[in-house]
């Protein structure tokens, strides 16, 4: 049971709803609760399969199907999120329009790279190396069932203080949304170089 608790908060937290509401804040603003709710669930039914399997095969998906290092995959999603760090940082969250397609076809992009990245791919081997598959499978469907849940609530109170005073709302998303833009940017360069160094390790060892 403690692994349980333990996998499902380290997912969620990794999923982190507050800080994915501010890169999902112009479809939270521009869609309705229904129809972001059901891109949403599309998005999670398949970032949970794509948990599912990594928890299931670990990193032998990695070094014996793909035949890469998983230091590569830290490096190139280090980049993505660093590339969308900078666009919000000078265009704010305008500029996220310009990787995403229309809402009938955004639930793939809002799944990559929003929600599942080399932080949440990892725990979820994580879990399951600590757990038999089924549990693990579970441990990730509540994760994300609480990362949904979170946005849900999150979209109801900003419609709320939208209707009653825009202009602060607006002037609040785009400050904190640029605030949190420099955050994902710094983890996004530590993630480079935790796969720079994964990388370099066999060619300097310790001595």
């Known amino acids: 049971m403690e692994a349980f608790v333990k996998s499902t908060t380290l997912l969620f937290v990794l999923l982190n709803p507050f800080l994915m509401s501010i890169y999902l804040m112009d479809l939270m603003q521009d869609l309705d609760a229904r129809t972001f709710f059901r891109v949403l669930t599309r998005a999670v039914v398949i970032s949970g399969v794509v948990f599912s399997t990594f928890a299931t095969l670990g990193d032998v998906i990695f070094t014996d199907m793909l035949q890469v290092r998983f230091a590569s995959f830290l490096i190139f999603g280090g980049i993505v999120f660093l590339l969308v760090g900078i666009r919000f940082v000078f ?16 639930s793939g992009s809002i799944a990559m790279p929003f929600i599942i990245g080399p932080a949440t791919v990892s725990a979820s081997v994580l879990a399951g190396m600590r757990m038999p598959a089924p549990l693990a499978a579970a441990s990730i ?4 069932v609480l990362a949904v849940a979170s946005l849900v609530v999150l979209k109801w109170i900003l419609d709320a203080a939208h209707k009653r005073n825009e202009r602060i709302v607006n002037r609040y998303i785009d400050i904190v949304g640029r605030a949190m ?4 940017g710094t983890l996004a ?19």
């Not at 265009?91 to 955004?106: C, F, M, P």
């Not at 833009?181 to 994902?184: E, S």
């Not at 360069?189 to 001595?207: H, S």
Request: glycine letters at 12%; hydrophobic letters at 55%; aromatic letters at 4%.
């Open 181 to 184: 833009a420099l955050v994902i």
């Open 141 to 144: 469907g509540l994760a994300l």
């Open 91 to 106: 265009s704010g969250s305008d500029s996220l329009r310009a990787l995403r397609g229309t809402a009938e076809h955004v």
């Open 189 to 207: 360069v530590e993630m480079i170089l935790q796969g720079l160094e994964a990388w370099m390790a066999p060619l300097w060892p310790r001595g």
